[in-house]
């Protein structure tokens, strides 16, 4: 049974924002009360944060699709839906998040730390927010936007201060269970160690983690045996220990041998070049192992290395070890960068940033227009709705895609791409941009509205008209407010007002 995953493929769907209301304010006396439809509540969205209780990816193994809520749909009487709840997933310390390319989306290092991988979609308008002084009574709502869905990667690199390499069986989990508290599977065969093994050691003053790497071999970094799925364990560490098996009856090996061969193996990955490394030479314990490590040490010493002979069996030389491991881990955790306040890092957009850009795809014979606003704008739309598509219409022309057509010589009838993806919207162009706004009248107005003032204007006209042609009446608006009184002479004219 898998009880370790240090990298999964994982699907995450942030929740949908909730669709606008499109409502109209009913009351007794009162035949058009005016737009009070709600706004739609935000998607939830998916939050990667680093749990201590955490320490495998175990749980996105066994379930690789998750999902957020979606925020509910506004409703009349300005009531705003509610936003969908946001779905936290743990995830160990050393996390890195990719996207499918490879590319690295954020690396998770320190308890708390959070990375918004997918954000819920924004939650629609109401048409009560939509109104304005020259559209007075929306007949329409703003959808809710998609949240996103992406394919991510999670990749842990254990965060260690000290990780232990060498060949199978050379005793590295046998050292981290004397060294620390650590309890690793212990075992005379080659691949004992499936996952590496953490562990806390203390010395004097200093506190540090060591962890061991499953047992290399030659052509580990090109995935051979089980090297090439734990070698990202070491990247993060501040020192390399080199265990040396001086025990070893496979024929052809020795610790020089094998200290060349791991050294290639990590030269290969790359990226390891500066870190300090140490030579523990192990199992000393037995008579020749105490004999071929008298005979190599000054070759090894001759290269560079410091070396320490140890036995985990007898305990010989661990002290030293752990000491010298704590001044380099010390001395390397002096040389990092004090952690500096968060900053909030401003990125204002350039001066000649029109918010959009349109190109001319000669192949397809037609004009591409792509940015945030306007394929943001397109997702809010609902194109059964010709007033919804007219104010769509209305926010292109503002921010001057009609103008940037017109510079590319594009012509009446041209053919139109909003957006780069399957939900991109194809339209012909018409210079006016009036194509399904044909409801709004002159651009802005509402004739819904307009032409149901008139109608009870002339209604009420007509029956003040029946009675004497001397008395005074009051003209009211649709929404019954007094604006003015006016006298009726015989003729029927309307004399100046009051």
Not at 49 to 55: H, K, L, S
Not at 57 to 67: A, G, K, Q, V, W
Not at 245 to 266: F, K, N, Q
Not at 407 to 430: H, M
Request: proline fraction near 5%; include cysteine; charged fraction near 30%.
């Amino acid at each position: 049974m898998t009880t370790f995953v240090d990298r999964v493929e994982l699907h995450v769907a942030a929740g949908n924002g909730g669709h606008g209301c499109a409502s109209v304010h009913r009351e007794k006396f009162k035949p058009l009360g005016g737009p009070d439809g709600g706004n739609g509540g935000h998607g939830g969205n998916i939050v990667l944060t680093v749990d201590p209780e955490v320490t495998t990816l175990l749980e996105y193994h066994h379930n690789r699709t998750r999902r957020a809520t979606n925020g509910k749909p506004g409703g009349g009487g300005n009531r705003t839906g509610a936003d969908g709840e946001d779905l936290v997933l743990p995830v160990p310390d050393g996390t890195v998040v990719l996207d499918r390319s490879g590319e690295v989306l954020a690396d998770l290092v320190g308890n708390g730390t959070s990375f918004v991988v997918a954000a819920g979609g924004r939650g629609g308008l109401g048409n009560a927010a939509l109104a304005s002084a020259r559209r007075k009574a929306p007949g329409f709502a703003l959808l809710g936007e998609p949240g996103d869905e992406r394919v991510i990667v999670l990749e842990l690199k254990t965060v260690a201060d000290v990780a232990l390499v060498g060949f199978p069986s050379a005793g590295k989990s046998s050292l981290i269970s004397v060294l620390s508290a650590a309890k690793p599977k212990i075992a005379d065969y080659p691949f004992t160690t499936l996952v590496p093994n953490l562990g806390v050691v203390t010395a004097g003053e200093t506190v540090y983690t060591i962890a061991d790497v499953p047992g290399l071999i030659p052509g580990a970094s090109q995935g051979k045996g089980l090297g090439l799925e734990f070698l990202r364990h070491v990247e993060r560490c501040s020192v390399l220990v080199h265990v040396l098996d001086c025990a070893t009856l496979e024929p052809g090996r020795d610790p020089v041998s094998d200290l060349e061969t791991i050294e290639a193996e990590l030269a290969a990955y790359g990226g390891l070049e500066d870190r300090p490394r140490l030579v523990a030479l192990n199992k000393t314990d037995v008579p020749d192992g105490q004999d071929l490590a008298d005979l190599v040490r000054a070759d090894l010493e001759q290269r560079g290395h410091r070396v320490f002979e140890v036995s985990a069996a007898s305990r010989k030389g661990l002290r030293e070890l752990s000491f010298a491991l704590a001044g380099i881990v010390a001395e390397a955790r002096a040389a990092k960068p004090k952690e500096e306040a968060t900053r909030i890092v401003l990125r204002p957009k350039a001066v000649d940033d029109a918010g959009f850009t349109l190109t001319y795809e000669e192949g397809l014979d037609l004009y591409r227009v792509l940015g945030d606003k306007p394929e943001r704008w397109v997702r809010q739309t609902d194109f059964s709705n010709d007033e919804a598509v007219g104010y769509l219409a209305d926010r292109l022309n503002r921010l001057g895609v009609e103008e940037e057509l017109m510079k590319l010589g594009a012509r009446e009838g041209d053919t139109v791409v909003i957006g780069g993806g399957e939900d991109a919207v194809v339209f012909d162009w018409e210079p006016t941009m009036a194509a399904g706004a044909e409801m709004l009248g002159r651009r802005g107005e509402d004739h819904r509205l307009q032409s149901q003032r008139g109608a009870v204007q002339r209604r009420r006209e007509r029956e003040l008209m029946r009675d004497d042609a001397d008395t005074e009446y009051a003209s009211f608006d649709p929404l019954g407010t007094r604006v003015a009184a006016f006298e009726i002479d015989d003729s029927h004219d309307t004399d100046d007002e009051d």
